[in-house]
Each structure stands twice: as C-alpha cells, then as structure tokens.
C-alpha cells in the first residue's frame, strides 16, 4: 500500500523558515517522482517544487518561479523521504502544502501527472 506522509508545517513569521518532511512507503522510491505542491483557500492546487526519480533519472529539480531561490528540494534516499526546506517565507506562501509521488519518475509539476497523494500539511506564514 503506497502511503506518503507530510510534516513539518506549522506558523511561522515573515521572513522564517520551515522544513517540510515526506516520508513515504509502498513505492519503489528511486524510480518515482516526488512533488511538493500547495493549495490556499479559495485557490486551485498548484506546483511548488519535484525532484526526479534517481534510478533512470538524475535526481534533477525544478522549482515554481515564486518560490525559486527561496525553496530547495531534496531526497534521502536511506529513509524514502523528500524534504522541503522553505526560507524567506511570506504571508502568499500560507497554504495546505502536499507531497505526491509519479511513476513517470521525471520531474513536473502538473498535477494530473501524478499518481499518489499525501493528506497535507498546514503551512501559515503571519506576523
């Protein structure tokens, strides 16, 4: 049974940062594709950041262009997990973040593409 597992969200002010867990089972997690994306109320869900799968895949990243330079993406292969490091929060990154995870095993960030979901984690940058 595929099961991915997010954690780390919380509050956090302008300016702070907070690493985001995935931690996943059930898959083959060297070949697949890992996503993070995120959904604020009353928007649709949209692509933050994936990570290639490192089997038949170079482990390459590909960012959203708000969160470029500012989010950095990673896996760890020994514990099948993804993280997501996010730095220079601001209030437009308050959101419900998920991770998800494809079989194409390369990078993208369209939704449909993707194959499992985990439940979410609420992130709420404020002062």
């Known amino acids: 049974q595929v099961q991915l597992v997010e954690s780390g969200g919380g509050l956090v002010q302008p300016g702070g940062s907070l690493r985001l867990s995935c931690a996943t089972s059930g898959f083959i997690f060297d070949f697949y594709a890992v996503g993070w994306f995120r959904q604020a109320p009353g928007r649709e869900r949209e692509g933050v950041a994936c990570i290639s799968g490192t089997s038949g895949g170079d482990g390459s990243a590909w960012y959203a262009g708000p969160v470029r330079g500012r989010f950095t993406i990673t896996k760890d292969n020994t514990n099948d997990t993804v993280i997501l490091q996010m730095n220079s929060l601001k209030p437009e990154d308050t959101a419900v973040y998920y991770c998800?995870?494809?079989?194409?095993?390369?990078?993208?960030?369209?939704?449909?593409?993707?194959?499992?979901w985990g439940q979410g984690t609420q992130v709420t940058v404020s002062s």
């Open positions: 998800a995870a494809t079989e194409r095993g390369v990078v993208t960030l369209t939704l449909g593409e993707y194959d499992y």
